[in-house]
């Protein structure tokens, strides 16, 4: 049974830093993409970045380009996403998922897995 556990959500100011972490458990994870999305209240999910389990290649929005950044450490079996330069609109309940081999790596609906989220919130 895959679990993903989120973690290191909480309260900052802006332009303070938090590091988001996801383990992952209960399958082999080869061959996956592992990505971060958000979703705050009123809104749609929405992708924030995606990270290639075994090329360690990543994505991400626009929006956090250059102050986000993800990475995987697989003897762990754990996804990071370290966000630096936070903005009161990255408040959001942080969401980790798990796909096999697509290339949609933006696309909410193309993972299988899903972590129960993490709150960040921002404060100006």
């Known amino acids: 049974q895959v679990q993903l556990v989120e973690s290191g959500g909480g309260l900052v100011q802006a332009g303070g830093s938090l590091r988001l972490s996801c383990a992952a458990s209960?399958?082999?994870?080869?061959?996956?993409?592992m990505g971060w999305f958000r979703q705050a209240p009123g809104k749609e999910r929405e992708f924030v970045g995606a990270?290639?389990?075994?090329?360690?290649?990543?994505y991400y929005a626009d929006s956090v380009k250059g102050r986000f950044t993800m990475s995987r450490d697989t003897a762990k079996s754990t996804v990071y996403l370290q966000m630096n330069s936070l903005k009161p609109e990255d408040t959001a309940v942080y969401y980790c998922?798990?796909?096999?081999?697509?290339?949609?790596?933006?696309?909410?609906?193309?993972?299988?897995?899903w972590g129960q989220g993490t709150q960040v919130t921002v404060s100006s």
């Open positions: 990270c290639g389990w075994g090329s360690g290649r990543t």
């Open positions: 209960g399958r082999t994870f080869s061959g996956y993409v």
């Open positions: 998922a798990a796909q096999y081999g697509s290339t949609y790596y933006g696309v909410a609906t193309r993972y299988d897995y």
